[in-house]
């Protein structure tokens, strides 16, 4: 398992993996008990790929472009493309030596960061038409219900870096987006933050986890009652932030 630590956040994969004699965990995510028999977890890796990158140069193995192309994606998605918060030297010595192997790095930003669906450009419109904002706008956010998902005809990836748009509104310390999923069963949260506070914090107690800067958890509830619930302890983590 890389880039996760339980089981029960494998979604597909979870009964495949719990079959297996043995689980070995790549992860880079604040974990007091992960699953799994063998770990290698370290929060100084801005990425998880990073572990992977390691584990090739450790064991002498040629990396062919093909594998240079996937470490690439995986350390530019996992930093932002090279401007989050966990962006450091060892991330940027590692992409250097991955362009060194002949990446087109262009190609690959350009269907990673740029290039965005209609079903996406549906979505966003009413993610922005839904904005708001709490606590003196300190705190910004948004919800997609299963309704629009349908209406869009959009996929889970679709969904993927809306939630920035919240936390990218200037002033914003917080920003939060809300999801509903098995129609309408559960919600999913996705919260970005500033270094003012912890959206690994807030949302743990909600059964989620993630980073410091970028977490996210499933809540099984009406989405009204989880963007309550959740909202609540943002305002007061950003109120204790502030303080
Ligand atoms: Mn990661």
Do not use: W
Not at 57 to 67: Q, T, V, Y
Not at 134 to 148: G, M, P, Q
Not at 186 to 194: A, E, I, N
Request: aromatic share 6%; glycine share 10%.
């Amino acid at each position: 398992m890389i880039d996760l630590a339980q089981f029960n956040r494998l979604g597909d994969a979870e009964a495949v993996i719990r079959r297996c004699p043995k689980a070995l965990v790549l992860d880079h995510h604040l974990e007091d008990n992960p699953s799994g028999d063998l770990h290698f977890i370290d929060t100084s890796y801005a990425a998880a790929s990073e572990i992977v990158f390691d584990l090739f140069l450790e064991g002498g193995i040629p990396i062919s472009r093909a594998a240079a192309e996937c470490l690439y994606v995986g350390l530019a998605t996992d930093t932002g493309g090279f401007r989050f918060g966990n962006t450091n030297a060892g991330a940027h010595r590692r992409a250097a030596k991955l362009v060194e192997t002949g990446i087109d790095v262009a190609r690959i930003s350009g269907l990673v960061f740029d290039a965005i669906t209609p079903a996406k450009a549906a979505l966003l419109q009413r993610v922005l038409e839904r904005l708001e904002t709490a606590e003196n706008a300190r705190v910004a956010y948004s919800y997609i219900t299963a309704r629009d998902m349908e209406e869009t005809r959009a996929n889970g990836e679709d969904v993927e870096g809306l939630v920035n748009y919240a936390r990218n509104l200037e002033g914003v310390d917080a920003g939060l987006l809300f999801r509903e999923v098995d129609n309408g069963a559960k919600v999913k949260v996705s919260m970005r933050s500033t270094n003012r506070v912890n959206s690994a914090a807030v949302l743990k107690r909600f059964g989620g986890g993630g980073h410091a800067g970028a977490a996210g958890a499933t809540l099984e509830m009406p989405q009204a009652k989880a963007m309550k619930d959740v909202l609540d302890a943002v305002r007061a983590a950003v109120r204790e932030g502030a303080a």
